[in-house]
Protein backbone atom coordinates (compact mmCIF):
# COMPACT_ATOMS: atom_id res chain seq x y z
CA UNK A 1 0.00 0.00 0.00
CA UNK A 2 1.57 3.16 -1.01
CA UNK A 3 1.04 6.08 0.87
CA UNK A 4 -0.44 4.93 3.68
CA UNK A 5 1.67 4.89 6.96
CA UNK A 6 1.60 1.20 8.99
CA UNK A 7 -0.12 1.94 12.18
CA UNK A 8 2.81 0.68 15.23
CA UNK A 9 2.16 -2.47 16.89
CA UNK A 10 0.15 -2.03 20.10
CA UNK A 11 1.94 -3.48 23.04
CA UNK A 12 1.36 -6.51 24.08
CA UNK A 13 -1.20 -7.14 26.77
CA UNK A 14 0.80 -10.09 28.90
CA UNK A 15 3.86 -7.42 29.40
CA UNK A 16 3.09 -5.41 32.43
CA UNK A 17 4.62 -2.02 33.30
CA UNK A 18 7.73 -2.25 35.81
CA UNK A 19 7.40 -1.05 39.34
CA UNK A 20 8.96 2.16 37.69
CA UNK A 21 7.33 2.92 34.87
CA UNK A 22 3.85 2.05 36.26
CA UNK A 23 4.15 4.63 38.69
CA UNK A 24 4.14 7.34 35.61
CA UNK A 25 2.41 5.85 33.28
CA UNK A 26 -1.04 7.56 34.14
CA UNK A 27 0.73 11.32 34.81
CA UNK A 28 0.89 12.51 31.14
CA UNK A 29 -2.85 12.09 31.08
CA UNK A 30 -3.74 13.12 34.70
CA UNK A 31 -6.94 15.09 33.98
CA UNK A 32 -8.13 11.91 31.17
CA UNK A 33 -7.35 10.12 34.28
CA UNK A 34 -9.41 11.52 36.55
CA UNK A 35 -12.41 11.93 34.80
CA UNK A 36 -12.15 7.92 33.78
CA UNK A 37 -11.93 7.09 37.30
CA UNK A 38 -15.04 5.39 39.13
CA UNK A 39 -15.32 6.36 42.76
CA UNK A 40 -14.66 3.73 45.60
CA UNK A 41 -17.77 1.94 47.24
CA UNK A 42 -19.47 4.28 50.00
CA UNK A 43 -19.14 0.67 52.40
CA UNK A 44 -15.26 1.15 51.82
CA UNK A 45 -15.10 4.32 53.67
CA UNK A 46 -17.56 2.64 56.29
CA UNK A 47 -15.86 -0.30 56.78
CA UNK A 48 -12.63 2.32 57.10
CA UNK A 49 -14.61 4.35 60.01
CA UNK A 50 -16.42 1.76 61.52
CA UNK A 51 -13.46 -1.19 62.01
CA UNK A 52 -10.25 1.27 61.85
CA UNK A 53 -11.75 4.17 63.46
CA UNK A 54 -11.14 6.58 60.50
CA UNK A 55 -12.69 10.21 61.86
CA UNK A 56 -11.68 13.85 63.19
CA UNK A 57 -8.41 13.70 64.32
CA UNK A 58 -7.20 10.79 62.67
CA UNK A 59 -4.18 11.20 60.62
CA UNK A 60 -4.01 8.98 57.49
CA UNK A 61 -0.75 8.45 55.31
CA UNK A 62 -2.38 7.34 51.70
CA UNK A 63 0.14 5.87 49.53
CA UNK A 64 -0.15 6.65 45.61
CA UNK A 65 -3.67 9.03 45.34
CA UNK A 66 -3.48 9.57 42.24
CA UNK A 67 -5.73 12.29 41.33
CA UNK A 68 -7.36 12.08 44.48
CA UNK A 69 -10.68 9.84 44.86
CA UNK A 70 -9.62 8.40 47.91
CA UNK A 71 -8.02 11.65 49.36
CA UNK A 72 -11.53 13.57 49.09
CA UNK A 73 -13.57 10.92 50.93
CA UNK A 74 -10.84 10.46 53.83
CA UNK A 75 -10.18 14.68 53.67
CA UNK A 76 -14.32 14.22 54.31
CA UNK A 77 -14.50 11.97 56.76
CA UNK A 78 -12.88 14.64 59.59
CA UNK A 79 -8.57 12.94 59.18
CA UNK A 80 -5.79 14.77 57.80
CA UNK A 81 -4.42 13.06 55.02
CA UNK A 82 -0.48 13.08 53.97
CA UNK A 83 -0.43 11.66 50.12
CA UNK A 84 2.85 10.29 48.84
CA UNK A 85 2.44 10.32 45.01
CA UNK A 86 5.65 10.24 42.85
CA UNK A 87 4.51 11.31 39.70
CA UNK A 88 4.76 15.34 39.39
CA UNK A 89 1.79 15.37 36.95
CA UNK A 90 -0.93 13.53 38.88
CA UNK A 91 0.97 15.36 42.22
CA UNK A 92 -0.39 18.24 40.56
CA UNK A 93 -3.71 17.02 39.32
CA UNK A 94 -4.41 16.15 43.14
CA UNK A 95 -3.21 19.24 44.18
CA UNK A 96 -6.24 20.76 41.57
CA UNK A 97 -8.65 18.26 42.74
CA UNK A 98 -8.23 18.70 46.59
CA UNK A 99 -7.29 21.83 46.36
CA UNK A 100 -6.50 23.80 49.62
CA UNK A 101 -8.24 21.39 52.38
CA UNK A 102 -7.05 21.81 55.53
CA UNK A 103 -5.48 18.67 56.93
CA UNK A 104 -3.69 17.73 53.62
CA UNK A 105 -0.42 17.48 52.03
CA UNK A 106 1.41 16.32 48.95
CA UNK A 107 4.83 14.58 49.11
CA UNK A 108 5.98 13.78 45.18
CA UNK A 109 8.26 10.93 45.81
CA UNK A 110 8.39 7.70 45.67
CA UNK A 111 7.05 5.48 48.68
CA UNK A 112 10.21 4.03 49.37
CA UNK A 113 11.92 7.43 49.34
CA UNK A 114 9.68 9.54 51.14
CA UNK A 115 11.18 10.92 54.76
CA UNK A 116 8.11 9.86 57.16
CA UNK A 117 8.09 10.14 60.92
CA UNK A 118 7.86 6.92 62.99
CA UNK A 119 4.96 6.35 64.92
CA UNK A 120 3.06 8.97 63.59
CA UNK A 121 -0.30 7.51 61.21
CA UNK A 122 -3.16 6.11 63.07
CA UNK A 123 -4.44 4.42 58.94
CA UNK A 124 -1.56 3.64 56.37
CA UNK A 125 -4.26 3.43 52.66
CA UNK A 126 -3.26 2.86 49.65
CA UNK A 127 -6.43 2.31 47.46
CA UNK A 128 -5.06 0.67 43.72
CA UNK A 129 -1.19 1.60 44.36
CA UNK A 130 0.27 -1.08 46.43
CA UNK A 131 1.21 -3.53 43.15
CA UNK A 132 3.98 -0.29 42.54
CA UNK A 133 6.01 -0.54 45.56
CA UNK A 134 8.94 -2.49 46.07
CA UNK A 135 7.37 -4.81 49.39
CA UNK A 136 10.94 -5.50 50.57
CA UNK A 137 11.59 -1.89 51.56
CA UNK A 138 7.67 -0.67 51.86
CA UNK A 139 6.39 -3.10 54.31
CA UNK A 140 8.64 -2.13 56.66
CA UNK A 141 8.54 1.74 55.99
CA UNK A 142 4.57 1.09 56.77
CA UNK A 143 5.03 -0.50 59.85
CA UNK A 144 7.58 2.11 61.38
CA UNK A 145 5.03 5.08 59.79
CA UNK A 146 2.01 3.64 62.36
CA UNK A 147 1.25 4.41 65.43
CA UNK A 148 1.33 1.21 67.73
CA UNK A 149 -2.87 0.92 67.36
CA UNK A 150 -2.96 1.76 64.19
CA UNK A 151 -4.33 -0.28 61.08
CA UNK A 152 -3.05 -0.94 57.52
CA UNK A 153 -5.11 -1.44 54.68
CA UNK A 154 -4.76 -2.05 50.96
CA UNK A 155 -7.11 -2.86 48.26
CA UNK A 156 -4.57 -5.28 46.27
CA UNK A 157 -4.22 -5.10 42.58
CA UNK A 158 -1.57 -6.47 40.81
CA UNK A 159 -1.32 -6.45 37.02
CA UNK A 160 0.12 -9.07 35.26
CA UNK A 161 -1.68 -12.11 37.04
CA UNK A 162 -4.13 -13.95 35.35
CA UNK A 163 -6.80 -12.88 37.21
CA UNK A 164 -5.53 -9.23 37.43
CA UNK A 165 -5.69 -9.80 41.32
CA UNK A 166 -2.95 -10.42 44.23
CA UNK A 167 -3.52 -10.01 47.47
CA UNK A 168 -0.39 -9.11 49.99
CA UNK A 169 -0.43 -12.28 51.94
CA UNK A 170 1.15 -13.60 54.00
CA UNK A 171 4.72 -13.04 53.41
CA UNK A 172 3.21 -9.13 53.56
CA UNK A 173 1.74 -9.90 57.13
CA UNK A 174 4.70 -11.79 58.46
CA UNK A 175 6.67 -8.66 57.42
CA UNK A 176 4.28 -5.86 58.83
CA UNK A 177 3.86 -7.65 62.22
CA UNK A 178 7.64 -8.54 62.37
CA UNK A 179 8.30 -4.45 61.58
CA UNK A 180 5.72 -3.54 64.16
CA UNK A 181 7.10 -5.69 66.76
CA UNK A 182 10.62 -4.41 66.11
CA UNK A 183 9.39 -0.61 66.27
Do not use: N
Not at 4 to 33: K, S, W
Not at 66 to 76: C, E, M, N, Y
Request: aromatic share 8%; glycine share 10%.
Amino acid sequence: MVGRALAPEPPDPGQPFDRIEGRHVFGPAAAVYAAARPDYPDRVYEILRDRCGVGPSSRILEIGPGTGQATKRLLSMGGSVVAIEPSHELADRLRVEVGGADGFDVVEAPFEDADLASSSFDLVASATAFHWLDPEVALPKIATSRSPWSRARFRPRSFGTRTGYRTPGRRSSRVMSSSASAS
